[in-house]
């Protein structure tokens, strides 16, 4: 292997351990082992919607009501959801966050947020300027 492969490797090692450093900051935080990525997604729709109830979370996740009752049982039991009744249908029930709930949907844009500040208290701002237009100019095209 070239010596310019093996540096460049070496250099994304090391973006990659600072970003699994930030990402392990909070997962200590949020206490994720309770829950599987899918159950993290449902957190993040409940997040993005400032009223949803179980039917319209079920069908934001191509899942039967029954299904996704059971998993808000389950986030309430862990302390991510808890539920408010609407004030116009009392037969209406709006799923809303409590603050772990919160912290687990918002984790994965905390761990962005806690990697730029890395890259910006490391690098000058004209490096950063390079480093946003290098990481341009590789996209996502695959």
Avoid: W
């Avoid at 540096?7 to 082992?33: I, V």
């Avoid at 039917?55 to 059971?70: D, F, I, R, Y």
């Avoid at 039991?77 to 409590?98: I, N, P």
């Amino acid at each position: 292997m070239k010596d310019i492969e093996l540096r460049l490797m070496e250099a994304y090692k090391n973006l990659y351990k600072l970003k699994c450093n930030s990402t392990d900051k909070f997962d200590n935080q949020c206490e994720l082992s309770d829950l599987t990525l899918t159950q993290v997604e449902y957190l993040k729709i409940i997040d993005k919607h400032e009223y949803i109830t179980i039917s319209g979370l079920a069908e934001a996740v191509h899942n039967s009501k029954p299904t996704v009752t059971e998993m808000v049982k389950k986030f309430t039991s862990l302390d991510c959801v808890y539920k408010v009744r609407c004030r116009q249908d009392g037969r209406k029930s709006y799923l809303k966050l409590t603050d772990r709930g919160l912290k687990v949907a918002r984790m994965e844009e905390n761990v962005l947020k806690d990697l730029v500040q890395k890259i910006m208290t490391r690098l000058t701002e004209e490096e950063v300027y390079t480093l946003i237009d290098l990481f341009e100019k590789l996209g996502c095209e695959e």
